[in-house]
């Protein structure tokens, strides 16, 4: 499909003048969803009303960049207090001795624990220029307040108890915190258009999240995950599949809900009216159906994201 | 005002590092003038017009200038399509050279996904842009395939692409008008870091890249700022380091001028990815 959006009356598409030509309210009380009324743009022949459309569906959760800003905080010292305890590095002893056994695992496997410190540096870095550019930690998180079990309790016992003694299960539960960090940075991206510094460095933190997802990826596929789980660190396909945990054994079905809901669209192949899924010009020696969905990364709404890292904190998130 | 006053002709790619070239390029930029990147530092300069005879337009000649106004999306979409032709033309001619065959599956796996991923971007960015597209550029195969001679370099030269493609998208994010481009770069983006870091990963693996601690070159301090205000930032360039970076691969003999450069916007300091040493 063939799409000719011009960005001038892209750029002068107001989602409300859209509002008027594609009657959202109308569209809802039908029961209809975004894509229907970016079909109905589409069939009325305009490609930047569709695009509107679609951008006033996206930016139904409109975050001040406070907002963001808060929330990734609460995201990285997420992540790095995951890796402080794996590392045994945590401010709580608890953390560390629950990750006892599994560190033990990662140190027999060469390049693992280095790599694991790099990503933990990069994470701690995150959380200090997040403090430094106006973030504010709203839940006062420390050590303590996580449970990665997923139990959100002090004693743990949750379902992914397996993280702290089985090597491929922690990188499985890594990876879907990383590329978790990544949708959630890239949902946030319109936020963050009226302030470009802090645009910038979401982006620039965004792409640091992707190499951590890649190596992670990479380090599971050398280990025994399944070839969706490409060396070249993509996610391919949608939900549990994306995720590539069938070399996991006797995984609890909690898990493998977060798993599917941490995939949950993965597998889009249509962005800006464009399905790459059908693009014509591709040489036939390339494997379009699996290229399509390893071309894109999905974003997710905060509320997802939420949904997906509540099961860890021990206080509640607001919504 | 004359019009050597408007225009900065740069020939070399190692004049944008210049100092007088340099305080040229930034007075003329903050004037609105013209940026020409010449291709005279290519192999070769032939000229063998395949398109239907417009010298705009998606079906432009390969071999005619493109012209970027970057003061709008489609003209810094247009600037990342480039890229990636860039890319797909380098990919192809790895995956078919005679040194593909002789790395290892893994490093095959990376370099087949690596040329499907890019080539949708490619095509994607193709139909995007429909009407508003530049077309074709046109490339230099001897140059190209020089740089496939062996599994080391391919590797090399495609670690070099994708770290130069992250930090230039990122460059160019801020710029970007519509939220539902920055969506799409944003979509565009991870991808791209995700290939960088497999590459420096299989590189560090592979012994043909020096690594600060062992395990760590997928994200290493060479790429991720690793200290002060900005630490644990990816590399980020704009867009005049990351001309003179695709003119110093002599890759692409089509003629890119930047017309308008986009409107001044805050960011944060450049951070450049090095060249990769072999």
């Known amino acids: ?319 | 005002m004359n019009n050597e006053k408007d225009t900065v002709v740069i020939s070399r790619a190692d004049q944008l590092w210049d100092f007088a070239t340099r305080r040229q390029f930034l007075r003329v930029a903050g004037l609105g003038g013209a940026i020409v990147l010449l291709p005279s530092m290519f192999a070769c300069s032939e000229d063998n017009p395949t398109g239907n005879g417009s010298n705009t337009g998606p079906n432009r000649n390969a071999s005619d200038p493109v012209t970027l106004d970057l003061r709008t999306d489609i003209g810094i979409f247009n600037f990342l399509f480039l890229f990636e032709q860039t890319e797909v033309a380098y990919y192809n001619t790895a995956v078919a050279s005679a040194a593909f065959a002789g790395m290892t599956a893994e490093q095959r796996e990376i370099m087949t996904d690596l040329r499907g991923v890019e080539t949708v971007h490619r095509e994607f960015l193709r139909a995007l842009l429909g009407s508003n597209g530049v077309g074709n550029a046109s490339f230099n195969q001897t140059a190209l395939s020089a740089a496939a001679a062996t599994g080391a370099a391919i590797l090399r030269t495609a670690e070099m692409l994708e770290d130069t493609g992250v930090a230039t998208q990122i460059g160019f994010g801020k710029y970007i008008q519509s939220p539902d481009y920055l969506a799409i770069a944003g979509k565009i983006n991870s991808m791209e870091a995700r290939h960088a870091a497999a590459l420096r990963d299989v590189r560090e693996a592979a012994g043909l890249a020096a690594v600060g601690t062992a395990g760590t070159r997928f994200a290493g301090d060479d790429i991720v700022v690793p200290s002060g205000t900005y630490a644990g930032l990816n590399a980020k360039i704009e867009y005049p380091d990351a001309l003179a970076r695709v003119s110093a691969t002599t890759f692409v003999k089509t003629r890119i001028e930047v017309s308008s450069p986009p409107a001044t916007k805050a960011g944060t300091p450049d951070f450049g990815p090095p060249n990769p040493t072999p």
């Open chain 1, 1 to 319: 499909m063939t799409t000719t959006p011009n960005a001038t009356i892209l750029s002068a598409v107001e989602p409300d003048i859209t509002q008027r030509i594609v009657s959202r309210r109308d569209a809802i009380l039908k029961g209809a969803s975004a894509a229907a009324m970016t079909r109905a743009a589409l069939a009325i022949g305009s490609v930047p009303v569709a695009l509107a459309a679609l951008s006033r569906e996206a930016g139904a959760q409109t975050m001040s960049v406070t907002d963001v800003l808060n929330f990734a905080l609460m995201l990285e010292i997420f992540e790095n207090e995951f890796y402080k305890a794996v590392l045994g590095t945590s401010a709580s002893a608890a953390q560390n001795a629950a990750f006892a056994p599994v560190r033990a695992a990662a140190a027999g496997v060469a390049g693992a624990v280095p790599a694991l410190q790099q990503i933990q540096k990069h994470e701690q870095q995150h959380v200090a220029f997040l403090l430094a550019n106006g973030a504010t930690n709203l839940l006062g998180l420390t050590a303590t307040s996580f449970d990665f079990t997923g139990n959100r309790s002090a004693a743990g016992g949750g379902p992914f108890a397996a993280a702290t003694t089985s090597l491929p299960f922690l990188l499985a539960v890594a990876q879907g915190a990383e590329d978790t960090g990544v949708r959630a940075y890239k949902g946030q991206a319109g936020n963050l258009m009226s302030n470009t510094v802090v645009l910038e460095a979401a982006l620039r933190i965004h792409a640091v999240e992707a190499r951590h997802a890649s190596k992670i990826r990479r380090m599971r596929r050398a280990t025994g995950a399944p070839t969706q789980v490409r060396y070249a660190g993509y996610v391919q396909g949608d939900g549990l599949l994306a995720a590539g945990v069938s070399n996991l054994t006797n995984v609890p079905a909690a898990v493998t809900a977060a798993f599917t809901a941490m995939y949950a669209g993965e597998g889009n192949t249509t962005h800006g009216g464009v399905n790459v899924a059908t693009l014509s010009n591709i040489p036939n020696d390339i494997d379009l159906a699996s290229a399509a969905t390893m071309a894109f990364d999905e974003p997710l709404t905060k509320t997802q994201v939420v949904a997906i890292v509540q099961p860890f904190f021990i206080p509640s998130i607001p919504a």
